[in-house]
């Protein structure tokens, strides 16, 4: 994956320390390698450097181009995100720029997996992930003490964001508090459960065309009862907290600005422009509730008395106030969405393929059984739901890929990139090309097993599948939203029977998110 200098200068042992499987992952957990650079590497990259073709002479739009490509009657128009990034591909190439404006900084597009190995081996123990610039400035605006340049949460960077990873990573990612989610996952699961009944056609079967909302509601109340330590009421739309629906509503504002204020060309920077006002707003009102309702928990936590800690919140609060409040809003804003736009990806891919979904079934009723309760060890052991999941994150991935900033000058595709140069990595919008998955349009979750007989179904390079990031810098809820994923999915298909009879082209748009866009009339079946 290297280029042929950088190969011959580095042992292949080395090659072999740079990625890992997870056993239970339901992401090819690529791990960067923790030993330092070696100075042949680093001269090799060096080396190329000194070969590369300038920096200025890689291809893209100009910035004339850019403004007027995504005005009204322009190229990129309304394009959906990933649409655009195709076409500079067909335009310009595998590696472009996309030039900054009005205080944006340069972007650059490669879709070469030698390019990512560099960018990462070379990234540092504080990798910079631009794209969070304008939470970043609100954050910093807002008067009332809750944010400061040491405490930024995951929209920061640097010293700042090590402290606070170093800080939340043993109750996140620690593989043994998964029993601290198991059991309000489950609690709204089994709501959900009966909501689908409630919603249902009563002869058809069939849910409504905007079950996309029910759904976004399971992922909103089931990172809330974790993030804040408290049941919502929003999955069964009864007895419901008021504000719920408040801070439901602004999440699906806060994600609808990102792409128009962070990609988009945009002045926000000089006039608050009527997106900026909006976005602004939502996180007002999605900061303001969510730390009043923390706090109404500390308050009750703290009457309890002291213990062990029984939730997420608990152990944050015992390390320290002021991040547990910032990572309870983090979790709520980027959690919901991405959550919900994977499960209406997994329901699609089960509903389509009855086949996999018969064998999926079976391995739930065997492992867990009908009614019995989730835990951490009657779920140790479900190849084939994981591999369901991953299937499906594949064939209908979140978002593009990774950003990073380079940490040191590198040759990438042949060009000089100067260090602190923003990069898209693109790696998902590889997932479908036949170099890295043969049979790559159909759903085949067997490639994602151990088996022999599925090797040349398997993946073909470690970086070209990463939904949750790389390294130091991948997602900090992985756990959270694997474990919901699969207690979801696990809790459907051994209640119902779920059929898909309408059409599935074009299911997705991407607004630098995937967002399902077609009516989800899900027919769901009760199983005798």
Known sequence: MLSSLA?????????NTIWTC???????????????????????????WQAAKPFKSIPGPTKFQMVRGFMKGGD??????????KLCRQRYGDIYLLPGMFGQSTNLITFNLEDYEKIFRTEGPYPVRPGNEVIFEYRLARKDGLYDEGN??????????????????????????????????QKVNNDFIE???????????EVPEDFLREIKRLAF???????????????????????????????????????DLGIKPSIHRYIKTPTYKKFEKSMDTITDICRKHVEETLQRIEGRGADDGKSVLEKLVKIDRKIATIMAVDMLMFGVDPTSSI?????????????????L?????????RNDAFSMENMKNLPYLRACIKESMRLYPLIFGNMRTTAMDLCLSGYQVPKGTHVFLTSNMLLKEERYFPQANEFMPERWLRTKDMDNLKITNPFVFLPFGFGPRSCVGKRIVELQLEITLANIVRNFKVEYNYPTENAFKNYFMNTCVIPLKFKFTDLK
């Open 195 to 205: 909501r689908i009944r409630e919603i249902r056609h009563p002869t058809t079967l």
């Open 343 to 359: 499960m209406s990806a997994v329901l699609l891919c089960i509903a389509t393929n009855p086949e996999k979904q018969e064998r």
């Open 76 to 85: 990129f128009h309304g394009m959906p995100f990933d649409t655009f990034i």
């Open 221 to 259: 109340e089931s990172v809330a009862v974790i993030a804040l330590d408290k049941e919502l009421g929003l999955v069964r739309n009864k007895n419901a907290v008021p504000e719920a629906q408040e801070l439901f509503n602004n999440l699906q504002t806060f994600n609808a600005s990102l792409y």
């Open 152 to 185: 930024l949460g995951v929209a920061g960077n640097g010293t700042q964001w090590g402290k606070f990873r170093h800080a939340v990573n043993p109750v996140l990612m620690q593989p043994r508090n998964t029993v601290l989610y198991i059991d309000p996952t």
């Open 361 to 369: 079934r079976k391995e739930i009723l065997t492992a867990i059984g």
């Open 7 to 15: 190969r011959r200068q580095l042992r292949r042992s080395d090659l």
């Open 22 to 48: 997870a056993k239970y992952s339901t992401a090819v957990n690529v791990k960067a390698d923790t030993i330092a650079l070696e100075s042949s590497y680093t001269s090799a990259l060096a080396e190329e």
